[in-house]
């Protein structure tokens, strides 16, 4: 049985940092993705990692503050959050796809862990 499970959300003012943590367990991924939903907004691609790690996607709003990286060894999947400003605001979720080139598009994932809250303060 394939699992995802987030951890690490929290509230933190802005300018701080965050690291999510995507335990995944059941079966390995070719591809990792993180994506986020604000209330009353769609669920929004912000990074993804191919399986050995070397291809790496960002959406443009978190590129330079956002890295993600994943440890196939402990199959978790890390997005370390920094310089992080109110409009971070969101539930982050942890998405896995079989591909090995990773999409962007939410629809393209088939497993998704249950979501962890992420409150930047002004």
């Known amino acids: 049985q394939v699992q995802l499970v987030e951890s690490g959300g929290g509230l933190v003012e802005a300018g701080g940092s965050l690291r999510l943590s995507c335990a995944v367990s059941?079966?390995?991924?070719?591809?990792m993705g993180w994506f986020r939903q604000a209330p009353g907004k769609e669920r929004q691609f912000v990074a993804a990692v191919n399986w050995n790690g070397n291809g790496i996607y960002y959406t443009n709003s978190v590129k330079g503050r956002f890295t993600i990286s994943r440890d196939n060894a402990k199959t978790t999947v890390y997005l370390q959050m920094n310089s992080l400003k109110p409009e971070d605001t969101a539930v982050y979720y942890c998405?896995?796809?079989?591909?090995?080139?990773?999409?962007?598009?939410?629809?393209?994932?088939?497993?998704w862990g249950q979501g962890t809250q992420v409150t930047v303060q002004r």
């Open positions: 998405a896995a796809d079989g591909r090995l080139v990773p999409s962007t598009l939410s629809d393209d994932y088939d497993y």
């Open positions: 059941g079966r390995t991924f070719g591809s």
